[in-house]
């Protein structure tokens, strides 16, 4: 395998403008638990949730990042986790295939707005997929994640199609049930991870791939602190990470604190509500 190399702490970080989709939470409930995060008895405040995902969207803005939106759609609640949707390399768009029927017409909704949008190639996903939930994108290869939602035959088809290489991570807890929950890029040649989340073969890929990762605590998983997103400087991330935080601030990240609690009431944080366009 090849050594990701990592820049030195204190190194400056360079900031690249990026082109993300969001969908607005109108219809925001959590009435079904697919995750151990989702408790129906314990209700969500669509209003609340709304203000908090404008926060977001005006962080993303207020850092020089473009956002376009998706509608919503009524009696699809999770439709606000827009990173499920697809995922976007090169211009090219390997489609979301949702493995809970709750979520099952998200796939083609995603698909719909790209082909309007004037992204031309998008794959229909034969094998199942939560977009960039599992599927990761550095400069050189896309991590993926299986164990709970994304097939692993879903690892070589986005691979075919993408023409990019593909590392499969195995995830063990539930807690963690997507990637993007316990791992993001940070930059393109570079990771924050939980280990707890990956089996012990996945742990050590990490390790050899990323010497240098910052490594976080459980603690910060818990809030879903590594549910962030990083342009290479700034670091979009959930305020309750307090020592991911830290340790971000550390290396020479701007972290950039959000307050997404009741979207965590399904399951979500900053990046599950953000599909970056890539191309």
Known sequence: MTVMPAMEPGTVRTALRRHF??????????????????????GADAGRAVAQWEGLRAAYLAL??????????????????????????????????????????????????MRENGFSEVLEARHTNEG??????????????????TDIAAHQEAQ??????????????????????????LGGRNVAYYPGAFSPGSRAVLERLFPDAIIAGEDDAAVLGLNAVCDGRNVVINAEATGLIRTLRAHGYEPVPVDLSELRKAGGGPKCCTLELRG
């Open 21 to 42: 989709l969001m969908c607005r939470p109108e219809h925001f409930a959590v009435t079904y638990a697919i995750n151990p995060w989702m408790d129906p008895a314990a």
């Open 64 to 113: 020089g990042h473009e956002v376009s939106l998706i509608d919503p759609i009524e009696g699809l609640p999770d439709m606000v986790f827009a990173a499920n949707g697809a995922l976007v390399v090169g211009g090219r768009v390997y489609g979301a295939k949702f493995t809970h029927p709750e979520r099952h017409a998200e796939g083609p909704a995603y698909a719909k707005w």
């Open 132 to 149: 960039e939930g599992d599927f990761l994108t550095l400069d050189d290869v896309i991590l993926a994640g299986t164990g709970f939602r």
């Open 160 to 185: 075919e199609f993408l023409g990019r290489p593909v590392v499969t991570l195995r995830l063990v807890d539930p807690r963690f049930y997507h990637l993007d929950t316990a791992l993001f890029p």
